[in-house]
């Protein structure tokens, strides 16, 4: 065995002996591998075993009826006894009864662009020792998945792969027929075993009947927001943070199922091992898609729900934080939320011990939200309210953290309903009109609005 200090004198002695152990490893590895399928048996649970189907959804259009269910990574392995999770592919149940006169065929692409073959899916999981368990396994995939076409008067059942999601999964399902025949669902399953932080409260209880205030008028509602408080607060309350700078209305199915369409993810609670996976995304500059954020709170409360859009890596995401506020409108409900665009991660004293460093231009990330959630097919109008109040960038406010950041103090308010809904129809309320209005912004026509005053603050 060369000592270190050898290999160090001789850098080529160094390179050359690092491929033998690297080869050596992943032989043993291999063999490892071997050994271990060729004793354990291939004993998948009977599919009626496995209770996947007491977190399905179930939505109906017309004489079709859809049932779904994302099943979490120990109900994949009790199912086809393969760790799919492992390689990133999460198994999704479909059932489709089809009451129309013609046949059904269920768009795979819609539900993911890449989404993974039957087969594909079996010979990533497939056992290592040479025996008739890859066989079973194979012959178990084909028979469990999923067939098209549904024919009039019949139901299909079976399994899509698709890519791994924790906490929650958006589903787009649409089902052509011949001619114009289309359906199209939107459905927001939970996948169980997820830490998020919603999970933690019950909705619908939040507020006692006789709090919820009901507006069923434009201007109501344009007042009523404008009294929103203006910026969430410390727990003490005491101190003010990020600004409020967007408002969403509609329904929890067709608001949230936008937001993951777009590739947003949930949170998860602040605990051990997800600090740790904080921690070990930020040094190997790997990308940790459900990482926690921080309490804000607004109402007394923490935010009922937060969501984040990595980009590459944990310091670089957007996040949002919302809450539910006593407000309906035409009985939709009416949250309040502030976003902003982390460009960094600092250690700083305190629990958790890490904390993003904020993009000071935060009108930047409230415009690109407005055009992101417009490619979901969700959006169906946006306006502008007061909010804040305006921050030049040469005088800036500091957030609860110190990260400065500048506004034209405004907030977006975002009104959702059931897709598809293409760019051209999203409809723009000349409520308040932004001093510089990003690139983008659409109107009802598609247009952007490019008329900015002279007393813009950027």
Avoid at 59 to 71: H, K, N, Q, S
Avoid at 288 to 297: D, G, N, Q, T
Wanted: proline residues 8%.
């Amino acid at each position: 065995m060369i000592a270190l200090k050898d290999l160090l004198k001789h850098p080529r002695s160094l390179w050359l002996r690092i491929p033998v152990w690297i080869v050596a490893a992943w032989a043993l590895l291999l063999l490892g591998r071997f050994v271990v399928d060729l004793v354990w048996p291939y004993r998948p649970k009977p599919v009626e075993e496995v209770p996947f189907l007491d977190h399905a959804e179930t939505e109906r259009i017309g004489p079709v009826r859809v049932t779904v269910a994302a099943l979490s990574p120990s109900e994949s392995r009790e199912v086809f006894g393969a760790e799919l999770a492992l390689y990133g592919i999460q198994p999704v149940w479909l059932e489709v009864e089809n009451g129309d006169s013609v046949p059904l065929y269920y768009l795979r692409a819609g539900t993911d662009p890449e989404w993974f073959s039957t087969y594909e899916a079996y010979w990533l999981s497939r056992f290592r020792a040479p025996r008739g368990a890859n066989r079973r396994m194979e012959d178990r995939f084909y028979r469990l998945e999923f067939q098209n076409p549904v024919p009039p008067g019949q139901t299909n059942g079976g399994f899509v792969f698709t890519r791994l999601d924790e906490g929650v999964k958006a589903l787009d399902l649409d089902l052509v027929g011949i001619g114009t025949v289309a359906y199209s669902f939107t459905m927001s399953v939970e996948v169980p075993g997820f830490r998020s932080d919603y999970a933690r409260l019950d909705f619908d209880t939040l507020f006692a009947p006789d709090a919820v205030v009901q507006l069923e008028t434009e201007e109501e509602l344009r007042r009523a927001l404008e009294q929103l408080p203006c910026c969430a607060t410390n727990r003490a309350g005491d101190g003010l943070g990020d600004p409020l700078n967007l408002v969403l209305i509609g329904s929890r199915d067709d608001i949230f199922p936008s937001f993951t369409r777009r590739g947003w993810y949930p949170t998860e609670q602040t605990y051990a091992a997800a600090i740790w996976r904080t921690i070990r995304s930020f040094i190997f500059r790997s990308r940790y898609r459900y990482s926690p954020v921080s309490p804000l709170f607004v109402f007394g409360r923490a935010q009922d729900i937060a969501g984040q859009k990595p980009r590459g890596s944990i310091q670089l995401r957007n996040h949002a934080r919302f809450w539910l506020t006593p407000l309906r409108f035409r009985g939709n409900e009416v949250l309040i939320g502030q976003i902003s665009r982390d460009i960094g991660v600092r250690f700083v004293f305190g629990f958790p011990p890490t904390t993003h460093k904020i993009d000071p231009d935060v009108d930047e990330a409230r415009s690109g939200l407005i055009q992101d959630l417009a490619y979901s097919q969700a959006l169906a109008r946006f306006a502008f309210v007061k909010g804040v109040g305006a921050a030049p960038r040469d005088a800036p406010r500091h957030n609860l953290t110190g990260d400065p950041y500048f506004t034209d103090g405004l907030r977006a308010v975002l009104f959702f309903g059931p897709r598809p809904r293409t760019l051209s129809e999203v409809e723009y309320l000349d409520w308040e009109r932004p001093p510089v209005v990003q690139r983008g912004a659409l109107m009802g026509n598609g247009a952007a609005l490019d008329q900015p005053p002279a007393d813009s603050t950027r």
